[in-house]
Nanobody, 129 residues
Framework: QLQLVASGGGLVQPGGSLRLSCAISRHSGNNYALGWFRQAPGKEREEVSCISAVDGTTYYGDSVKGRFTISTDNHKNTLYLQMNGLTPEDTAIYYC??????????????????????WGQGTQVTVSS
């Protein structure tokens, strides 16, 4: 896996918004799953959202559907996560990942959350009043 660095986190009040960014180093080919994951204190890492670099197919975890939007720039060099309607339950360290897409985007996203290898620097998101 490519080790990526997430940025854009911070402290926000409930109901607020943040946009996370992740710079993706150049990689060969286009068959990648790009995703956002998070880990809260005392909890297991969970998938937030993933997008296929092949066709733009997206997947969202149930807890963020309708509130978060994943996207990339035209050259797929930057991955974004627009987070709206934030709640204290969204407080976590957020990580980004880019991995070869060898299954459906949903399966790839869920499986990646269980893989402990190759996580880069995350960004802290704290939702609190």
């Amino acid at each position: 896996q490519l080790q990526l660095v997430a940025s854009g986190g911070g402290l926000v009040q409930p109901g607020g918004s943040l946009r996370l960014s992740c710079a993706i180093s150049r990689h060969s080919g286009n068959n990648y799953a790009l995703g956002w994951f998070r880990q809260a204190p005392g909890k297991e890492r969970e998938e937030v959202s993933c997008i296929s670099a092949v066709d733009g197919t997206t997947y969202y975890g149930d807890s963020v559907k309708g509130r978060f939007t994943i996207s990339t720039d035209n050259h797929k060099n930057t991955l974004y996560l627009q987070m709206n309607g934030l709640t204290p339950e969204d407080t976590a360290i957020y990580y980004c990942s880019a991995d070869p897409l060898i299954n459906t985007i949903q399966a790839a996203c869920i499986m990646r959350a269980f893989d402990d290898a190759g996580w880069g620097q995350g960004t802290q998101v704290t939702v609190s009043s």
